[in-house]
T-cell receptor, first 110, second 112 residues
Framework: KQEVTQIPAALSVPEGENLVLNCSFT??????LQWFRQDPGKGLTSLLL?????REQTSGRLNASLDKSSGRSTLYIAASQPGDSATYLC?????????FGAGTILRVKS | NAGVTQTPKFRILKIGQSMTLQCTQD?????MYWYRQDPGMGLKLIYY???????DKGEVPNGYNVSRSTTEDFPLRLELAAPSQTSVYFC???????????FGPGTRLTVT
């Protein structure tokens, strides 16, 4: 069964810290991997998409890496800010379908 | 561009009632999806469509039906609502060039 796991489930850090969110998946035959942000009561916003042939993608203070052979991805957030507080979801695409992890709830304290 | 829009935003149903959740996208995306999100969980795929007239089941299709008569619209029908269908429902569409999925704001449904 294709499963996606995210660790930790929740994370609280002081403003300015660099942090890493982890995502692991059981089936390495992926098309791509996406990281999303979800604010309370809102829909999902795509942050980064890594194709299966790529190793990483960067956007501003965000960097996502992909290691297909080990079934892992990390989302690195540099110099965290209170506005980064949200739930971060990892999703792996197999064929036409995305399989989601349960998310990491991030709180950045000012 | 409005992106992906969903109506209604909130709805309370009694057990056994039926309703249709509406989803429209204006980005001319062929791929569209319906997900449900239960508290503390990731999203689970209910149904998806790769183009007008083509739909397929996802991970949790029981109790739901969909249709796709146009590229823009992808309604989700709940027949005989049950408490287990209490959830937040998200519609999404996918850009076939970038593969990114774009989500609507969600519909919060309570069945009592």
């Amino acid at each position: 069964k294709q499963e996606v796991t995210q660790i930790p489930a929740a994370l609280s850090v002081p403003e300015g810290e660099n942090l890493v969110l982890n995502c692991s998946f059981t089936d390495s035959a992926i098309y791509n991997l996406q990281w999303f942000r979800q604010d309370p009561g809102k829909g999902l916003t795509s942050l980064l998409l890594i194709q299966s042939s790529q190793r990483e993608q960067t956007s501003g203070r965000l960097n996502a890496s992909l290691d297909k052979s080990s079934g892992r991805s990390t989302l690195y957030i540099a110099a965290s800010q209170p506005g980064d507080s949200a739930t971060y979801l990892c999703a792996v695409e197999y064929g036409n379908k995305l399989v989601f992890g349960a998310g990491t709830i991030l709180r950045v304290k000012s | 561009n409005a992106g992906v829009t969903q109506t209604p935003k909130f709805r309370i149903l009694k057990i056994g009632q039926s309703m249709t959740l509406q989803c429209t996208q204006d980005m001319n995306h062929n791929y569209m999806y319906w997900y449900r999100q239960d508290p503390g969980m990731g999203l689970k795929l209910i149904y998806y469509s790769v183009g007008a007239g083509i739909t397929d089941k996802g991970e949790v299709p029981n109790g739901y039906n969909v249709s796709r008569s146009t590229t823009e619209d992808f309604p989700l029908r709940l027949e005989l609502a049950a408490p287990s269908q209490t959830s937040v429902y998200f519609c999404a569409s996918r850009d076939r060039t970038t593969y990114e999925q774009y989500f609507g704001p969600g519909t919060r449904l309570t069945v009592t």
